[in-house]
């Protein structure tokens, strides 16, 4: 096992390496939000975030984990997640709900329901009448139905990608298994529209699976098809999925690879949740056996006890993957006894000796659905935990018939890789290269209805007919139209399943109903009657297989045409209306239609009719009765359009955008000779003058949903709405939690200090008695009654305390800043100084500076030194214990305004252009006479009165003796002003560290500085404010 995981390393590595490199190159910034998937497996759900700038990347939860429990504690008043929530199963089993996805979209009376009593009696289960469904009963007042529960686990993932992206998610791909059917692809859609979460598609999970094998090995796929077999064995259950790889031609992009499912096959129930309960029946058995004759209760009657072995049983199962044997154990298992028993490999591969033999029944199916045979398949990888069990792998093995199983794929985190890389592809915030995806359909889709006729004799009878509308393994998404030809009245036709042969018949009653909906139609009479001068063209029905694999009836229509003779004229109303609809549903080419979006995949042509191998008579019947087969979408125009030009709206429904993979086209093809091709728009105009009139009238429709019928949108409303209520009592809760633990540690922290011996210098002992007392009085009631206290009375005691202690804090707080603040102060003074004494210096000839602009800056050198004197000395008189005078604040906005005008200044020197020198008789320049009037100058600048600098030293430490203003024309000015220092080096400062004095003067001042653009003005205005 630890060389697997060694060898797996680099593995890892490489590809999050190539993941940076690819993902650098395809993603590109935006302004927009991070998007997220999330791989929801029955034990455990991976999520994983990518955001603008950021390459894709799988969520570490709060315990810093690559997997999260799909474990859901639901108490009265708290609720708990992921791993704390798996932690809760022993302690609170009846509360702490997992493996509920197993009851999606079942009704009560599904084996699935049974088996998961079965599995989890701890668990009650409530019956709603109306729904026909399960809700978790938790206690007499708190009742969730499984969509609720994985709700607000959906909400959690998405809490947790948050804190990981550290911005708001709103827009999702979540995984699904493939063989989830209608009933539970919808349920899953409402848990996330409670949890407001914007799905962007619902994928399966072995096509992401494969979309992230495709993603990281681009290189490796080219023009010849490529077989391999992905054989996810999970937790709750196995899917086998046959994907083939080639590069096609797409409109846009050109060629690209691509990805098709082409056979699915699953065991709904083999997986490693069945081994691991074997084995706690194993488990629970032997414990029994240890204390037989000790008249004790049986073990299995235990929650608790059974939910303790359950773990263990879960352990035991890892480690003899790769152990021979090991010893289960744990600690007061029951009645405070402890179970110690040795299990070995082969009593467990004993004990699931019938799970192993269904191992190949997936590959066999996923064969059969592809018309493949084991030959054609390249290779056959493991995903899923549980193909970790050499049981699996050996049988797996020998039903392939391969020399070894690929491991070459992160068979934890794949699934959720792929679903993100689908997310950023539908997101709008990325450039992704185009990957292009061609899902399969599993279950085939049927029409159906009853007709009356009548047959030549006279006899009249009725014919059921049916119209396969999405086929077995046909690609979606998929939009289809069926035309009813023969119906002028309203009329009902049922949606349900096709042949469902394939699935065994406990998979059939795991299914549920093989009905989906029937529709009745409301107005067809009435469509009639209003265009009776028309003709009819049928009534339409527009189907959608979207690209989550949900089926809707987008729309229904009565379809009219007419001749007009006249020359063409506005389209009448209604016919835009129609035309607009058609647009709006039919698909219509859209900018950003995107390879990984629905309009890459488009059906080939029709399948026949449902059983029409065995009853062709049938198929030319329904040819008869539906005139128009079902129509993909993406088709040319429909028969009825032959020989007439097509308006422009029947255009758009009838058109789908998108690119086109090449080798679609063929049955696009053989679609448009099967109906023959219409002639071109262009070509029809010069034939016929006449033009074609459509008009489209909406019809009324009703939907009896005979699968399972969704939340009502009243209940969904309600449903969310106290999911909301919920995620705010945690947060109220976690708010309270925090306050209480801030107040405690402020009691905590400030009973401390008062022992410092920095509190104690500037406190009385009376102040300290004082707050002391009122901390203990708080922390008292804190144990006392600060359990039921509220977040704001806990806030409150807070505020109290920190405002008795503000005093004390602040005069702390304030001793810690005045050597550094006071240092810098005198800093700057001597440098301002020093900069002035410079710009006397300057000859006259050569001056930059205004005398108002020199005397405006000693002025405020001086009052800066007057002030900074005067207060050290005032607060060297006050007791420490007093409020300070001196103020850290004050301080800093002295060095602001002296700051502000050296500055200027500086800025004004640096810009300055040297003067034209005036020449002398014999052609030469006049030297500027240095040092002119130098000693005038400084007798200006007031040196500090010496009593304050002793106070000062005394009462600010070391750092306060260098305080003293630097003497002008001293050693530090002469090095050139800075004395090693540079402004920049003076806290709170800005300067620019290369202005050193010397450069002041303009002989010295750099040459570029005249560049400056904005000089003019900067002097002009500052020189226009000094003079006025
Ligand atoms: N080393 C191992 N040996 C045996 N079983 C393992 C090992 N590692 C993980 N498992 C099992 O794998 C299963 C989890 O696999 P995975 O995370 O793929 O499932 P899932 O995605 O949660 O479930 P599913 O896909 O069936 O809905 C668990 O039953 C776990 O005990
Ligand atoms: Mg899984």
Redesign the pocket.
């Known amino acids: 096992?630890a060389a697997t995981v060694r060898r797996q390393r680099p593995r890892r590595l490489a590809c999050w390496a190539l993941m940076t490199v690819l993902l650098a190159d395809l993603l590109a910034l935006s302004d927009t939000l991070a998007v997220m998937s999330v791989?929801?497996?029955?034990?455990?759900?991976?999520v994983a975030i990518v955001k603008p700038g950021v390459p894709m990347e799988i969520v570490l939860n709060k315990e810093s984990r690559r997997?999260t429990p799909?474990t859901v504690t639901l108490k009265e008043n708290e609720r708990f997640f992921g791993d704390s929530a798996a932690s809760m199963a022993i302690k609170n089993p009846k509360a702490t709900l997992r493996y509920f996805?197993h009851l999606l979209g079942k009704q009560e009376n599904n084996p699935h329901v049974a088996l998961y009593k079965a599995r989890f009696p701890e668990h009650e289960l409530g019956f709603d009448p109306q729904r026909q469904t399960v809700y978790f009963q938790i206690s007499p007042q708190l009742q969730f139905s499984p969509e609720e529960v994985l709700s607000m686990l959906l909400n959690y993932s998405r809490s947790l990608a948050e804190d990981f992206a550290e911005q708001p998610i709103k827009d999702a791909v979540i995984t699904v298994?493939a063989f989830f059917n209608q009933a539970e692809r919808r349920a899953v859609l409402q848990a996330a529209r409670m949890a407001g979460l914007k799905v962007l598609q619902l994928i399966n999970?072995n096509t992401a699976t494969a979309l992230s094998y495709g993603v990281f090995r681009r290189k490796d796929i080219n023009s010849t098809a490529q077989n391999i077999m992905f054989y996810?064995?999970?937790?709750?259950?196995?899917?086998c999925t046959i994907v083939t790889y080639q590069t096609v031609k797409t409109k846009d992009a050109g060629m690209q690879p691509q990805l098709q499912i082409r056979g699915v096959g699953f065991d709904r129930t083999l997986?490693?949740?069945e081994?691991?309960l074997r084995l706690r029946e194993h488990l629970a058995g032997l414990f029994n056996e240890q204390r037989k004759g000790q008249r004790a209760k049986d073990v299995r009657e235990n929650p608790r006890a059974m939910a303790k072995l359950l773990r263990e049983a879960?352990r035991l199962?890892?480690?003899?993957?790769?152990n021979a044997d090991h010893v289960a154990q744990i600690e007061g298992l029951m009645d405070d006894v402890d179970f110690k028993a040795k299990v070995t490999r082969a009593e467990f591969e004993e004990l699931c000796a019938d799970l192993f033999e269904r191992v190949p029944g997936p590959v066999q199916q996923a064969l059969q659905s592809a018309e493949m045979k084991l030959d054609e398949i390249e290779q056959v990888i493991l995903?899923?935990?549980?193909?970790?069990?050499p049981k699996v792998q050996e049988v797996l093995l020998k039903a392939v018939g391969k020399e070894e199983l690929g491991k070459n794929i992160n068979?934890?985190e794949a699934?959720a890789m792929g679903a993100v890389y689908q997310a950023a592809a539908l997101s709008k915030a990325f450039k992704v290269k185009p990957f292009v995806v061609r899902d399969a359909v599993i279950y085939p889709i049927l029409v159906e209805f009853t007709r009356e006729v009548e047959e030549e004799t006279g006899v009249r009878s009725l014919k059921h007919n049916k119209r396969v509308l999405f086929s077995r393994m046909g690609p979606y998404p998929q939009r289809k139209v069926i035309t009813f030809n023969r119906y002028s009245h309203d009329f009902n036709f049922h949606i349900n399943y096709g042949d469902l042969g394939f699935l065994g018949p406990e998979d059939l009653r795991i299914f549920g109903s093989q009905n989906l909906t029937t529709v009745k139609l409301k107005g067809v009479g009435e469509s009639f009657k209003k265009y009776p001068d028309y003709e009819s063209k049928g009534i339409k029905a527009h189907f959608n297989l979207d690209e989550s694999g949900v089926l809707s009836l987008d729309r229904v229509e009565s379809v009219f045409e007419t001749l007009v003779e006249d020359s063409p004229e506005e389209e009448s109303t209604l016919t835009k209306l129609g035309n607009t609809i058609s647009s709006l549903f039919g698909g219509g080419s859209t900018p950003d239609t995107k390879e990984n979006g629905t309009d890459t995949v488009q059906e080939e042509e029709e399948g026949p009719v449902e059983g029409s191998k065995d009853e062709p008579g049938e198929q030319a019947e329904l040819k008869e009765e539906a005139e128009a087969p079902a129509e993909d979408t993406s088709s040319p125009p429909p028969p009825e359009a032959k020989g007439a030009a097509a308006p422009e709206g029947e255009k758009a429904t009838e058109k789908d955008g998108g690119d086109k993979p090449e080798a679609q086209k063929p049955s696009e093809k053989g679609e448009a000779g099967s109906e023959g091709a219409p002639p071109a728009p262009e070509e029809e105009k010069k034939q016929k003058p006449a033009r074609k009139q459509r008009m489209v009238e909406e019809i009324g429709v009703e939907l009896v949903i005979l699968d399972l019928p969704d939340l009502p949108e009243d209940q969904l409303a309600r449903s969310a709405q106290k999911l909301q209520d919920l995620t705010l009592r945690d947060l109220q809760k976690q708010e309270r939690e925090k306050a209480a633990n801030s107040l405690e540690a402020f009691i905590f922290e400030t009973q401390d200090k008062l022992y410092q011996p920095e509190y104690q210098e500037v406190s009385t002992e009376e102040q300290r008695e004082d707050i002391s007392g009122k901390l203990s009085a708080t922390s008292t009631w804190l144990e006392d009654e600060g359990f039921g206290a509220t977040t704001a009375m806990l806030k409150e005691k807070l505020a109290e305390l920190r405002k008795l202690c503000h005093g004390l804090f602040f005069r702390v707080e304030e001793r810690k800043k005045w050597p550094e603040r006071l240092s810098a102060l005198d800093n700057l003074l001597n440098h301002s100084s020093m900069f002035l004494k410079g710009a006397r210096l300057i000859p006259e000839m050569d001056q930059i500076f205004t005398e108002v602009e020199m005397t405006t800056l000693e002025k405020i050198i001086n009052e800066t030194w007057a002030w900074k004197n005067a207060t050290v000395a005032e607060q060297a008189k006050l007791s420490a214990t007093e409020k300070p005078v001196l103020l850290s604040k004050d301080i800093e906005a002295k060095m602001a305004a002296l700051d502000r005008e050296v500055q200027y200044l500086l800025n004004k020197a640096k810009f300055a252009k040297p003067r034209p020198r005036p020449r002398d008789k014999n052609g030469t320049r006049a030297e500027a006479p240095l040092n002119a009037s130098a000693s005038d100058q400084s007798e200006k600048v007031i040196p500090p009165p010496g009593e304050a600098r002793g106070l000062v030293q005394a009462s600010l430490g070391p750092e306060a003796a260098d305080s003293e203003p630097l003497e002008l024309g001293g050693p530090a000015a002469g090095e050139g002003g800075c004395g090693g220092l540079c402004w920049g080096a003076v806290p709170a400062l800005s300067w620019a560290c290369s202005l050193r004095l010397t450069s002041l003067h303009p002989l010295l001042s750099s040459p570029n500085s005249s560049q400056n653009p904005n000089r003019r003005n900067t002097r002009n205005s500052r020189q226009d404010r000094r003079e006025l």
């Open positions: 096992m791989d929801l497996g029955s034990e455990s759900m991976k997997k799909v996805q298994p999970d996810d064995m999970g937790s709750g259950s196995t899917v997986g490693g949740l081994m691991e879960n199962k890892t480690v003899l993957s790769a995903v899923g935990g549980a193909t970790r069990v068979a934890d699934a």
